[in-house]
């Protein structure tokens, strides 16, 4: 595209941009003062000025530094609702060049479902192969705390309606009427979102967490996500009708917030009760109110349509004499009824809050059941089995409808609740239990003793572990009796797997699909976690006759680079294992496996860790080969490249051949979350490129290296370990690194400021490799260095590459075929294209010892520039967002706005660090990062 087609494409966005800008403007004018306001305006141009290099670096820095903390409050504020309106101005951007796009007859664009059917059209792949490759398909986001996301929802409300008045905008110019009265509503959102606290002053409690991860189904995943499951199961049955593909939904999310406890304390039996019913409460509430809604429009009379006999037998269940001509509406009170008293007998509440008292009749408790006190009457209301049972019902309504030739109203309403129901169940969302493998080592050791089976498993080598754990999973009898004496740490393990049992009994077997091993290293650490599930009564280990059962997986996790190379193996001689077998047999042979994205980057590096994640697929894919699995992997990647992150299909389609076998589940973090989701249209496109690359990795060849794999594999082997070295030498040998890390970034802050509510490390020790990913990437963003996302990469480049022009050829000859080595460079560039040195370079400054500082702020400059200069020469462009204009886009509309608050960070961290642990200074601090979580909008 030539430069003016570019200005021209992108004019409507810099008129948003400036339109939003000047009425907050006038806003913080109008409501702060003209001094505050024209200190802003002043950073504003400064800012604008040291972007265009026409001024040094320190001229925002001296215009903020001793700024008073009540002036700087309101600065921050200033810019980071500035960075927020100008994310939802690039959002009606992407729309509004989608739209110009459709419009002119040009072909669906990459990662849309439309393009993917195009493929497979062209491909054609034989049905009876898709069958198997699709059988139980799933691509699953799985949703997970962060601790820079703390917006209220009231925030994500007033940015919605925003949204909404901005679209409307589009179809009206001055001096129009509606014109004026969209700009005054506009302006009344813009102050009430400066009047609205950003954040909570409270520290955010993980049931604060679960609300804010809810809080998406209501945006927009409840509607969405039904619709693009019926979209694909209809388009691929279209194209294969002889093989009834997608038996079940294809697209099912789930969640961490409230299961995973590697590390989190505050995760108790408690917790996981609140976390699966308020997500059950969230599906049964949007079922009501939906039926209630079905109820007041589908009003067909039987004197003007005739109905089915089913759905005449249904009707006589909700039989309402004020509604005896009207069949439809008495079926539909019927069914609500009996969902109603569902959700009361699995939740102990209805979730409507639509319902007028006594419209239903009295619903009776659990608590009246048990003593007998309830009404006789509301025994006839019988509650639903399972989500199936409504199904039924649900569908007998909709065959009534297409009989008589009302297939319309079918396929409105009714056909989006019969979606929600087939997709969410009555859990909504799966909940995974995760916990690390050496508290399951501390748990099962003491329960053994207890039960006087061994005294003192840990000194056990590992062939006796595995022979112990196999007998005790070959036998249905307990370790415990009710009247068992544990430590707190056991008492606390075992509660939490029974709240997930009740769950499970309340909810249904989707409810907690699975329970993932952290730090998983051998064997036992899978047998052990299969020993708490049944001790807990998840797990039926079966007998002679009976085959085990399970609804919850055992799933191992395979986090540095050391387990990763080792993961294969050691799933192969867990299988190995007759109890594990006979398990997995139960199962129908799926095994899932999680590769963990963060800790493997924090050991390794940037391209050490994404090539030992591949390698471990290769090896896993063979081993499933061999032993006749079927292996899904979950991928537990965060929001930036340094933890996996970067463009969701692009990185689904640089797996290996066979890793994606209709199958594939994923983290998604905190801004994240609210960048991709708060939004239809947005979480609709993001959520159809995820099903997108899962089709195409599954039915169509997309490596590309065919009978080069296995040379470009042996250079990969050699790079990765280069650029571990050059790495390791900067993290790992580098005496005072992370006395530089701590002092340079703010980490510290991380933990002190309680920003979320899981610690910031494992174990209360100064080891990186102790230290949390999530802290670990997100103070190196918040510098903006970035490092996690890149360092050791040039390096690897340059000394592999040397002098010889032949093997800068056969990288860049790598970087056209390989989507791997593709999405590796892109996903690097754009990092790298949000870092900024000179920036970076004023938090090297809160290090107190100018020689460490030198030392190692030296080391990553070099890096940095030795990086971009071999990404230059690999992929042929001195631009390092050539192939993703959209971003570059971004970054210049919005980096002016980030200097400002990077320099506010560096100053109040000054000031904490002095002694000033004043709450302003606080909350300044908070204020910060998550202005910056924000902008950079995949920080973690």
């Not at 639509?354 to 509301?378: C, Q, W, Y």
């Not at 109890?579 to 390794?604: P, T, W």
């Not at 992929?875 to 971003?887: C, M």
């Amino acid at each position: 595209m030539r430069e003016d087609q570019i200005e021209a494409a992108t004019a409507p966005l810099r008129d948003d941009i400036r339109f939003l800008g000047a009425i907050l403007g006038d806003t913080i004018r109008d409501h702060e003062g003209p001094e505050v306001f024209d200190l802003i305006e002043r950073v504003r141009v400064e800012a604008f000025r040291v972007r265009r290099s026409e001024v040094e670096r320190s001229a925002v820095a001296d215009m903020v530094r001793d700024t008073d903390i009540r002036v700087a409050l309101p600065l921050i504020r200033a810019f980071s609702h500035f960075l927020l309106l100008a994310n939802l101005t690039e959002d009606l951007q992407r729309d509004r060049r989608r739209a110009v796009h459709i419009a002119a007859g040009e072909p669906p664009q990459e990662s849309s479902l439309a393009a993917t059917y195009r493929k497979l059209d062209a491909a054609r792949p034989d049905g009876a192969l898709v069958a198997d490759l699709l059988d139980d398909a799933l691509t699953s986001p799985v949703i997970t705390a962060h601790p820079t996301e703390t917006r209220r929802r009231t925030v994500f409300d007033v940015q919605s309606r925003i949204t909404d008045l901005m679209r409307r905008r589009q179809h009206y110019a001055a001096p129009d009427p509606q014109y004026a009265e969209i700009e005054v509503e506009l302006r009344r959102q813009i102050l009430t979102l400066w009047r609205t606290a950003l954040i909570r002053l409270a520290r955010l409690r993980i049931q604060d967490e679960i609300e804010v991860g809810l809080r998406y189904y209501d945006l927009t995943l409840l509607e969405v996500i039904p619709r693009i499951n019926a979209d694909v199961r209809a388009a691929l049955r279209a194209r294969w009708p002889d093989h009834a593909l997608l038996q079940r939904p294809m697209l099912r999310p789930g969640s961490w917030i409230g299961g995973d406890r590697d590390g989190n304390p505050n995760v108790t039996g408690e917790v996981v009760h609140r976390a699966t019913r308020r997500a059950g409460a969230v599906a049964f509430g949007h079922y009501l109110t939906e039926l209630l809604e079905l109820e007041k429009t589908l009003s067909l009379s039987v004197r003007l349509a005739a109905v089915t006999d089913d759905l005449a037998r249904l009707a006589a269940a909700g039989f309402d004499p004020q509604r005896s001509d009207e069949p439809y509406r008495q079926a539909l009170r019927g069914i609500r009824a009996r969902l109603t008293v569902t959700a009361d007998r699995a939740l102990g509440e209805v979730p409507l809050d639509g319902i007028a008292p006594g419209e239903l009749g009295h619903v009776e408790s659990d608590r009246e059941r048990r003593s007998g006190t309830g009404d006789p009457e509301s025994a006839r209301v019988v509650p639903y089995r399972d989500p199936r049972e409504l199904l039924d019902d649900l569908d007998v309504v909709d065959a009534s409808l297409r009989a008589s030739g009302d297939g319309l109203l079918a396929d409105d309403r009714l056909a989006a609740l019969r979606g929600a129901v087939d997709t969410f169940g009555f859990h909504l969302q799966g909940l995974d239990m995760r916990q690390n493998s050496e508290v399951h080592e501390q748990v099962v050791a003491e329960l053994l003793a207890w039960a006087g089976v061994h005294g003192d498993y840990a000194s056990l080598p590992e062939p006796q572990r595995i022979e112990l754990l196999a007998a005790e999973l070959g036998t249905r009898r307990p370790l415990l009796g009710p009247d068992a004496r544990l430590s707190e740490l056991a008492a606390k393990e075992l509660g939490v797997l029974r709240a997930a049992k009740a769950a499970l009994d309340d909810l249904g077997p989707d409810t907690v699909p699975n329970y993932i091993i952290s730090m998983c290293t051998s064997v036992s650490d899978l047998l052990e976690a299969a020993l708490l599930l049944k001790e807990s009564g998840i797990l039926d280990p079966g007998d002679a006759q009976t085959a085990p059962s399970s609804p919850a997986g055992v799933v191992p996790l395979f986090e540095t680079i050391e387990d990763l190379r080792a993961g294969a193996q050691t799933l192969v001689a867990a299988l190995e294992v007759p109890a594990y077998h006979r398990l997995i047999a139960a199962r129908g042979m799926r095994q899932e496996v999680m590769l963990g994205y963060s800790d493997s980057n924090k050991d390794g590096g940037y391209l050490a860790a994404n090539w030992a994640l591949y390698r471990a697929e290769l090896d896993l894919v063979e081993a499933a080969r061999k032993t006749g699995i079927r292996l899904r992997l979950f991928h537990g990647r965060g929001g930036t490249v340094g933890r996996g992150g970067g463009r969701s299909y692009d990185a689904i389609l640089a797996q290996p051949a066979g890793a994606v076998r209709g199958a594939l589940r994923l983290t998604e973090q905190g801004e994240v979350i609210s960048t991709k989701y708060a939004e239809p249209g947005t979480a609709h496109r993001n959520l159809e490129s995820l099903v997108a690359g899962t089709l195409e990795s599954t039915l169509l060849d997309v490596e590309g290296l065919g009978a080069d794999a296995e040379p470009a594999y042996e250079l990969f082997d050699e790079l990765a370990e280069l650029a571990r070295r050059a790495y390791a030498r900067l993290v790992h040998e580098t005496p005072g690194f992370v006395e530089y890390f701590r002092a340079s970034t703010p980490v510290a802050e991380v933990g002190d400021l309680n920003l979320g509510s899981r610690p910031a490390s494992r174990k209360p020790t100064n080891s990186v490799s102790d230290l949390r990913a999530i802290p670990w990437v997100m103070a190196w963003s918040q510098s903006r260095v970035m490092l996690p996302g890149w360092y050791g990469t040039g390096a690897a480049l340059e000394q592999w590459v040397g002098d010889d022009p032949a093997r800068l050829a056969t990288l860049s000859e790598l970087y056209r075929r390989w989507p791997f080595f593709r999405t590796v460079m892109s996903n690097l560039a754009q990092v790298m294209a949000k870092a900024d040195l000179d920036i970076a370079a004023r938090y090297a400054e809160l290090v107190p010892d100018e020689t460490l500082r030198d030392t190692i702020f030296g080391m990553i400059r070099e890096e940095f520039d030795r990086t971009v200069r071999m990404h230059a020469a690999v992929t042929g462009s001195d631009h390092l967002l050539a192939d993703n204009p959209a971003l570059a886009e971004s970054i210049r509309n919005r980096f002016p706005y980030l200097e400002p608050i990077n320099q506010m960070q560096v100053e109040l961290l000054r000031r904490r660090r002095a002694g000033d642990d004043s709450e302003l200074v606080e909350r300044g601090i908070l204020l910060t990062m998550n202005g910056l979580a924000t902008a950079l909008r995949n920080s973690g």
